[in-house]
């Protein structure tokens, strides 16, 4: 869909992602934040973005599982 789009519009998709690993547990790195832009880059207008996605993790609940094998 963003393919025709831009081709109906002469302009070319443009997406933007990226994100931030600020938490550590026990080596492991989790997600802090997550960012994408789907934009259409236009050669008579300049940029037009479509869709801006921005998320925020926080208040990682860790918690320990513990399994037992009975034969």
Known sequence: MAQEWADAHDAEPQIISFSEYGFEK????????????????RKD???FSSAEI??????????????????
């Open 26 to 41: 026990n080596g492991l790195r989790f997600p802090s934040r997550s960012y994408t832009d789907q934009a259409y880059l």
């Open 45 to 47: 207008r300049g940029r």
């Open 54 to 71: 921005s998320v925020v993790y926080k208040d990682y609940k860790f918690f320990t599982v513990e399994t037992e094998t009975v034969y």
